[in-house]
């Protein structure tokens, strides 16, 4: 994992095209991951490749021009935009004598970087852990020379197995602890459905502007910052609509193109959250030039969630940033004809607040607003 205890460290940025997105898009949004965790890009290039290699995940030649980048930069961590096997990782690092991170081990830094609740610091660990569990060989590889002399015959191989066995009994104690966590989250959504105050999520592409825009909402003051994954750990709100009528509004954790299973898989008892709402605000950066595929990839996090049966407000946010859109309201049905708002506003300036609280209180309450 990266050091954040001293300055950035200088970092190769290596993108693997495989034709699945605009490469110069996907490089700059690896980038700004790149920043989140804390390197510093020194350089950065894409590798075109129909499929992975098995050895390297590219050509001897990358391989080569990418060891000869290091030597220039003085650089010793290069970080992939891609989903690197163990032996991929390890083949990487010793042709290169540097520290190699993937796409996933990457997003997990910043999550640990990020992670401030107990509960969050669990299921960032979890994630940790069982990536890291494929890869533990990797710290016993200096016992490899010894096998076979007398008296040190698999050393190597029974602390392996020792490190293993610690890994599985953390992750069966943490999961436990996550089970507990979700058992008191359960309590308390009981409780609050028990006071007839609607619960609604806000949920979008990381950085999107969710966090500005609870903070508008709220009056809070969570942590709000124009990067990747600013917020990690859910935080909940009581919000006063109009007469005597409240929500309970929650931010949660953004989400991004190819979202590692690991974080998923850890991070459901909190996405689970996001179904049991009664209304999802889908915040949108109206200023992107990427927003379609970004609604997307958070309609498809949605659908692995099971959150799609959730009436969805999309918010489209940062106005501020391009052209006024016009209409500020635009009004769908959907199939099961539940009313789908969509609502164009700032965040930031406060511009459409007062109609986006009008349209979560006619949602989020019996009455209807448009008859």
Same mark, same amino acid.
């Given at each position: ?17 495989l ?9 700059q ?11 510093e890009?020194?350089?950065s290039?894409?590798?075109?490749r ?11 030649g ?11 930069h003085?650089?010793?961590?290069? %970080?992939? #935009? ?5 032996? +991929?990782q390890?083949?990487?690092?010793? *042709?290169?004598?540097?520290? @190699? =991170? ?75 602890? %996550?089970? #507990? ?5 359960? +309590? ?5 459905? *028990?006071?007839?105050?609607? @619960? =609604? ?22 942590y ?49 959250e ?23 990839? @958070?309609?498809?996090?949605?659908q ?10 999309e ?8 052209e006024?859109?016009?209409p ?23 511009e ?20």
């Open positions: 994992m990266l050091d954040h205890s001293t300055s950035p460290e200088k970092a190769i940025l290596v993108h693997i095209d034709g699945q997105y605009a490469a110069e898009d996907a490089l949004e690896f980038t700004e991951l790149a920043v989140s965790a804390g390197a890009p020194v350089s290039l894409v590798v075109k129909y499929k992975l290699d098995p050895k390297y995940c590219m050509g001897t990358k391989v080569e021009e990418i060891k000869q980048l290091l030597q220039v003085q650089a010793g961590l290069v %970080l992939i #935009n891609a989903s690197l096997t163990p032996s +991929q390890r083949n990487l690092e010793s *042709a290169w004598r540097a520290r @190699v =991170v993937d796409r996933i081990g990457l997003i997990l830094d910043i999550f640990a970087k990020r992670a401030r609740t107990y509960e969050g610091k669990l299921q960032v660990e979890l994630a940790q852990l069982e990536y890291l569990s494929s890869r533990l060989v990797r710290g016993w590889t200096h016992l490899e020379r010894q096998k076979g002399g007398i008296g040190l015959r698999g050393p190597g191989e029974t602390q392996l197995e020792t490190d293993r066995r610690l890994v599985r009994d953390r992750v069966k104690k943490i999961k436990s602890r %996550l089970e #507990n966590v979700r058992r008191q989250r359960e +309590q308390s959504g009981k409780m609050r459905q *028990a006071s007839e105050t609607p @619960v =609604v999520s806000l949920v979008g592409y990381t950085n999107a502007g969710k966090s500005t825009l609870f903070n508008r909402l709220t009056r809070a003051n969570v709000a910052q124009n990067q990747l994954f600013a917020t990690l750990d859910p935080t909940l709100r009581r919000v006063w609509l109009a007469h005597q009528e409240y929500i309970v509004l929650a931010d949660t954790v953004g989400f991004i193109r190819d979202l590692p299973h690991e974080l998923v898989d850890a991070f459901r008892a909190t996405l689970e996001v179904s049991k709402a009664y209304l999802l605000l889908h915040v949108i950066d109206a200023s992107s030039p990427h927003y379609r595929e970004q609604i997307e990839e @958070v309609y498809k996090v949605l692995d969630i099971g959150a799609t049966h959730v009436p969805i407000i918010v489209y946010n940062k106005i501020d940033c391009i006024v859109l016009a500020k309201l635009v009004i769908e049905q959907n199939p099961d004809a539940k009313v789908v708002a969509r609502v164009n506003c700032s965040a930031l300036t406060g459409g607040m007062d109609l986006l609280k009008d349209v979560i209180r006619q949602t989020a309450h019996p009455q209807k607003l448009w008859g």
